[in-house]
C-alpha cells in the first residue's frame, strides 16, 4: 500500500468575519446567487440612494433542517417594508457619535443608512449568513463594516 505524498495542499476552512471587500463579496457569490436592488431614500429633504446585494429568492434558501429544529425561515434575505421605514428614520436622526444596535439586521438597509448617518453601528441576527450581507452592503455604501453579532432570539 503506498501513502499518497504529502503536498501540503489542504486548506483551513474560510472564516468568513475575517474577509472584507472583494474577499467577503467572492465568498458570497460563491454561496448565493446575488442581485442588486437600489432604494431610495429622502430624509430630512435629502434623498440618499442605497444599492444593496440579495440573495435572487430567498425562498431558495429554506433549510428543513433549520425548519424542523426551530421553525426557522430566511425572513433576512427579503427587503421588508419596516426595514426602508428604520433605514428613513435613522438616516435622517442625529448621530453624533450615538450608539444603535440593530436586533434582526437583515440585508442590512437600516444598518448601511445608519453607518452612513454616523452612527456607531452594532448589527444582529438570528441567521450568521443576515451578518455577512449586512456588513458587505455597508462597506459597499459606505466604505465601512458595522460591528456584527450573532442573537438567538429564543435564548
Known amino acids: 500500500m503506498s ?5 501540503n495542499t489542504t486548506t483551513a476552512p474560510i472564516n468568513p468575519y475575517e474577509l472584507h ?11 448565493f446567487i446575488l442581485v442588486d436592488e437600489r432604494i431610495a431614500l429622502t430624509a430630512n429633504g435629502v434623498a440618499t440612494e442605497f444599492a444593496l446585494r440579495k440573495p435572487q429568492n430567498a425562498d431558495e434558501l429554506i433549510s428543513e433542517a433549520d425548519y424542523v429544529i426551530d421553525e426557522r425561515l430566511p425572513y433576512w434575505a427579503d427587503l421588508w417594508p419596516a426595514a426602508r421605514l428604520l433605514a428613513t428614520t435613522v438616516l435622517g436622526a442625529e448621530s453624533s457619535s450615538r450608539s444603535l444596535l440593530e436586533l434582526g439586521c ?7 443608512a445608519a453607518v452612513h448617518a454616523g452612527f456607531l453601528v452594532t448589527s444582529t441576527d438570528y441567521y450568521e449568513d443576515a451578518l455577512h450581507v449586512a456588513r458587505f452592503n455597508s462597506a459597499r455604501v ?7 453579532r450573532m442573537v438567538d432570539w429564543r435564548a
Request: proline share 10%; no cysteine; charged share 30%.
Open 106 to 112: 437583515g440585508l442590512g438597509l437600516a444598518t448601511a
Open 3 to 7: 501513502v499518497p505524498p504529502n503536498d
Open 142 to 148: 459606505n466604505g465601512k463594516e458595522p460591528n456584527v
Open 21 to 31: 471587500g472583494a474577499e467577503l463579496e467572492e465568498w458570497l457569490d460563491r454561496k
